[in-house]
Each structure stands twice: as C-alpha cells, then as structure tokens.
C-alpha cells in the first residue's frame, strides 16, 4: 500500500542554521507534492507545491526538492527563526486527477534560540 | 474575507448521536473536502467535492454522509456517532482544476469532536 515516511521524532536546530526536513515514501508515483505548516490547534496551511516533472522549488527562505529515483523530497528552511517553530507535513497525490491523497504525520520542528 | 470557516469549535456527543459540520468557503473555490485528523497518522480523506453537484468517497467514508449544499458549502454528517470517529475533523477548498494536491487547499480551523 502507498506509504508516507516523516521523521517522527522532532528536529531541535539552533537558530540561523538551515532545517532539513525528510519526506519518504512507497508504491506511490505521485503527480503533486505539497509541503504544509501545521501549528497547535490549527488547521494545516499550504506552503510549497511541487510537481513530478520538478526537480526543486523555492519560495523566499524554503526549498522543496523532489527525486522520484530515491522516492523522496526534502524541505529545507534557511536562516530559522524561532517562528519556524511547527509541524511541517508533506502530502502526495497520483496522477490522473483526484487520486488517493497521502499525509505524512508530520515532523515537528524546533528552532532554538 | 474569511477563506473557509467551520463550525462548530468543538463538540461533544453520545454514542448514537447525530449532527452535521458546517463548513464554508468565500474564495469561490471549485472544490472542497473533508479531513480527519487523529494523533500519530496523518490526514485522511472523508469525503471530497469537486465541483459544486459532485461528491465522491475518500479514503475513510463509512459512518459518513456528506452534501455540497451550493459553491460555498459542503456539510458533514454524522448519523450514529461512535468512539472511533473522535477526531480532529478539517475542512478544505481548492480552486480544483485538475487534482487534490493541484492547487493550493486552504483549510479551516478544525472542529474538535469527542464521542462518548
């Protein structure tokens, strides 16, 4: 079955230094990948969309890369700040319009000062 | 502009009870959703609208009824609510032009429900 991988663990990081979150994942070809903030309490919010014929995205201080040969995506966020702080989830979708949709449980993120 | 709203907060039901979540978009987005959120697993698909008229089955429809009731609004229902649908409900809209995940989805605040 079609499986997402997050570190589940949390990711503690000194501020200013870059965070690089993992997304894994199996039997999946996915068509769209999405990357969202989710704070406590809150409803998800989207940050970053990338397609399967996209190798990388970026949107001011994030990145989102997507290899579809090691079946995996990494989004990074340089110069972290203290209001980085959340959990971060990646989300897959197949192709072909409105296919299964795969969560990840999300990595929470903690950025020191 | 609100994006999309849900109502209620939160809620507290008996086993066999019923009601339905409100949920509203003012973004004049195509198509909405309904996730459920429970702790150590990642969302997952209720139901989903994808133009107003239409709705199909997610990933975990059963206990489950769902109306687009125009453009802006798709209700979830639960008929005989049971423990195992306390849960962190969502709420979602897209402008929906050819996927879930292919457009931006904004999502609502959350509607907490316990079921005793």
């Known amino acids: 079955s079609q499986k997402i991988e997050q570190n589940s663990e949390a990711l503690n990081i000194q501020e200013g230094k870059t965070a690089t979150l993992t997304c894994n994942y199996t039997?999946?070809?996915?068509?769209?990948l999405q990357w969202y903030r989710q704070d406590p309490g809150r409803g998800p919010v989207f940050l970053l969309l990338i397609r399967e014929n996209e190798k990388e995205k970026r949107k001011e201080r994030l990145k989102v890369t997507f290899d579809t040969t090691l079946k995996q995506s990494l989004f990074h966020i340089t110069a972290s700040q203290p209001a980085d702080s959340a959990t971060y989830l990646c989300?897959?979708?197949?192709?072909?319009?409105?296919?299964?949709?795969?969560f990840g449980i999300g990595t929470k993120l903690q950025v020191i000062p | 502009n609100a994006g999309v709203t849900q109502t209620p907060k939160f809620q507290v039901l008996k086993t066999g009870q019923s009601m339905t979540l409100q949920c509203a978009q003012d973004m004049n987005h195509n198509s909405m959703y309904w996730y459920r959120q429970d702790p150590g697993m990642g969302l997952r698909l209720i139901y989903y609208?994808?133009?107003?008229?239409?709705?199909d089955k997610g990933e975990v429809p059963n206990g489950y009824n769902v109306s687009r009731l125009n453009k802006r609004e798709f209700s979830l229902r639960l008929e005989s609510a049971a423990p195992s649908q306390t849960s962190v409900y969502f709420c979602a809209s897209s402008e929906g032009t050819s996927g879930i995940l292919a457009d931006t989805q904004y999502f609502g605040p959350g509607t907490r429900l316990t079921v005793l």
């Open positions: 989300a897959l979708e197949g192709s072909g319009g409105y296919q299964k949709v795969t």
């Open positions: 039997n999946y070809s996915p068509a769209y």
């Open positions: 609208s994808a133009s107003e008229g239409t709705t």
